[in-house]
């Protein structure tokens, strides 16, 4: 069974830091990538990695705050977030895409976990 859950949210005061972790079963070596969405926001992209790690690319929101690791012998994506603001507040998703296009559209993502709150007090 495809399956992706996050854990590493929670409440955190501006400038402080939160990593996110990404558990994937059922498949390995997709792209994967991070989103967000905010109380009565659309979802938007984070950042993503490559299938190997060797390509990252970020949202410019995020870019220098923002860094995303993986580790394939774990099966685990994760997300280290520094000098959280408190517009960083969202649920955040972790979804795995079998493409390299269109890399920051949430449609080319076909699988998701279910989210974790991350909340930034100011």
């Known amino acids: 069974q495809v399956q992706l859950v996050e854990s590493g949210g929670g409440l955190v005061q501006a400038g402080g830091s939160l990593r996110l972790s990404c558990a994937a079963s059922?498949?390995?070596?997709?792209?994967m990538g991070w989103f967000r969405q905010a109380p009565g926001k659309e979802r938007e992209f984070v950042g993503t990695i490559s299938w190997n790690g060797g390509s990252k690319y970020y949202a410019e929101s995020v870019k220098g705050r923002f860094a995303i690791s993986r580790d394939n012998a774990k099966n685990t994506v994760y997300l280290q977030m520094d000098s959280l603001k408190p517009e960083d507040t969202a649920v955040y998703y972790c979804a795995a895409s079998p493409s390299n296009s269109a890399i920051t559209q949430a449609e080319t993502y076909r699988t998701w976990g279910q989210g974790t709150q991350v909340s930034v007090s100011s």
């Open positions: 059922g498949f390995t070596f997709s792209r």
